[in-house]
């Protein structure tokens, strides 16, 4: 007997780790009853409302505007009037009012964390240590670049292209916000921007920190509302127009910009492919893989909602995903521990729920952990589907929810080939400890991102896009520059 397992049978060891709550206080959010345009650095009042949840309880949070196709119009008329002057200032000076922003966001994090869980249900430890940080450090890299343009683009002459219409989706909403924004305004361009219908509230808390950062007004303008609204920015005198979400939404705006001379970017779905080899570090890729689908409720483009499994190690990995799959905490967003919050809203929660059942209906075995959903809210288990056929609209179709479908493979031919059988193209994950399978991989997968023993890794520096029906456009990097400028 060894002295670890004497001693066992004297100091009594934990078998079953249970966590006290640890609830974070949402007093640091002062939330008001209404919520306003924000055009031409003022609040301007719209004529519909909406109101706006938590998913964690369905409770209201507050009533937000709904922006019509005229007050779009104001917005974008005020983003035009502010461009000459802001174009036209010296690049330091453009970088100060973006230092600014990513130090004001930096110092308010906490207040814009809590916001943001409350409004779009994600785990708190998600949105402080990722969506906050990485929100701020986009405005720091592109706040480098303002007085760097010649250099970024040698031997052309970068020009700002004038008014920006961007319209970001609900699952990261701030840091969406700073994808579209910091570069834009680097660049010397004006914005207009549309949140998300079931997430405003950080856009909104936004405007206090440009109010903060002195901007001129009219550079950033902020028009809330549904789909009606994107339409109408779609349509509206603007430049460009980027935007991250459906593909369905990205195909039919393609359409509507078709002939314009407006420039377009467009991040749409994915439906990524982690592959998984039988000489990887086990232990390790299985975080990997529950970090990519489970994150973020599963609600991210770029998740990892296909494993591909070398068949030779099919067992000891599905035992210890699952394993670990029972380990992860479902819950309230607010407290410090839970792993996986509230599903973003109830259609969305319809979606998830529907292509489940197509999953079990196709015949694909299902496995969810054990464990207690609150009553009230938006809510799923995380799941695993095996037994899962590559026709399967579960291997296919994006599900936007915590969802993981497993298939395998045995060479890594095949996994190329199945990991590239879907319609998109934005990511992939490679576990393998061979560096060489690792190039080999990334050159075959069609994906705008390919990481390697690791999942789900953002940098301000680094462009992120897709390819097929995941969009075109890079957003991030010096890439990230280049659909905000002119090259003469
Ligand atoms: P949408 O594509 O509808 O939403 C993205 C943004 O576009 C939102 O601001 C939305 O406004 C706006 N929008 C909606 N209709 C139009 C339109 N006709 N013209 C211009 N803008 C428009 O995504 P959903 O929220 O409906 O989600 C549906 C599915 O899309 C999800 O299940 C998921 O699969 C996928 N999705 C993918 C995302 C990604 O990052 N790739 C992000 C979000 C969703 P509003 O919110 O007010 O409807």
Not at 29 to 56: C, M, N
Not at 125 to 140: C, T, Y
Not at 156 to 169: F, L
């Amino acid at each position: 007997m060894t002295d670890v397992e004497k001693r066992q049978d004297r100091s009594p060891v934990p078998t079953d780790w249970t966590y006290a709550p640890a609830p974070e206080s949402t007093d640091i959010v002062k939330l008001q009853d209404r919520y306003e345009l924000f055009i031409g650095g003022k609040w301007i009042e719209a004529k519909e409302h909406f109101t706006t949840l938590s998913p964690r309880d369905e409770s209201p949070l507050a009533e937000v505007a709904q922006a019509s196709e005229a007050d779009v119009h104001k917005a974008v008329a005020a983003a035009r009037e502010a461009f000459p002057a802001w174009s036209k200032l010296p690049g330091s000076e453009r970088s100060k009012y973006l230092f600014r922003i990513a130090r004001i966001l930096a110092e308010r994090s906490r207040e814009f964390a809590v916001l943001e869980s409350l409004n779009g249900g994600k785990p708190i430890k998600e949105s402080r240590d990722v969506d906050l940080p990485l929100a701020s450090a986009h405005f720091f890299y592109y706040a480098g670049w303002a007085d760097k343009l010649e250099y970024a683009f040698p031997n052309r002459k970068p020009k700002p292209i004038g008014v920006a219409g961007q319209i970001i989706p609900w699952n990261f909403p701030l840091l969406m916000l700073s994808w579209k924004i910091a570069p834009a305004l680097a660049a010397g361009n004006t914005v207009v921007l549309k949140p998300a219908e079931t997430t405003p509230l950080t856009a909104l808390l936004f405007a206090d920190v440009l109010r903060q950062a002195e901007l001129p007004p009219g550079v950033v303008n902020i028009v809330t509302g549904d789909g009606r609204t994107g339409a109408a920015l779609v349509d509206s005198d603007v430049d460009k127009i980027a935007f991250t979400g459906s593909t369905d939404v990205g195909k039919a705006i393609q359409r509507r910009v078709a002939g314009t001379g407006k420039r377009l970017t467009l991040e749409l779905g994915g439906k990524a492919a982690n592959i998984l080899f039988d000489d990887a570090a086990l232990d390790q890729a299985v975080e990997g893989i529950i970090n990519g689908i489970y994150f973020n409720q599963g609600h991210v483009c770029c998740a990892g909602s296909r494993l591909l499994v070398q068949e030779s190690i099919y067992e000891p990995a599905i035992e210890k995903l699952k394993k670990r799959m029972a380990t992860l905490r479902v819950g309230d967003p607010l407290d410090k521990n839970t792993d996986v919050g509230a599903i973003n809203s109830r259609e969305q929660l319809d979606r998830i729920t529907a292509l489940v059942e197509a999953g079990k209906d196709e015949g694909a075995e299902i496995y969810q952990p054990p464990c207690k959903l609150p009553e009230k809210g938006y809510w799923f288990a995380p799941t695993v589907f095996t037994n899962v056929a590559q026709s399967y609209r579960i291997a296919q179709e994006e599900i936007f929810g915590p969802v993981l479908s497993v298939l395998t493979f045995r060479t890594p031919e095949e996994a190329v080939e199945k990991a590239n059988n879907t319609p998109y193209g934005l990511s992939a994950g490679v576990w393998t400890e061979k560096g060489s399978r690792i190039l080999w991989m990334a050159n075959k997968l069609r994906a705008g991102v390919v990481w390697a023993n690791t999942f789900n890794r953002f940098d301000p520096t680094s462009p992120f896009g897709g390819y097929k029906e995941s969009g075109f456009g890079r957003e991030g990097g010096l890439h990230g520059l280049l659909p905000y400028v002119e090259l003469t």
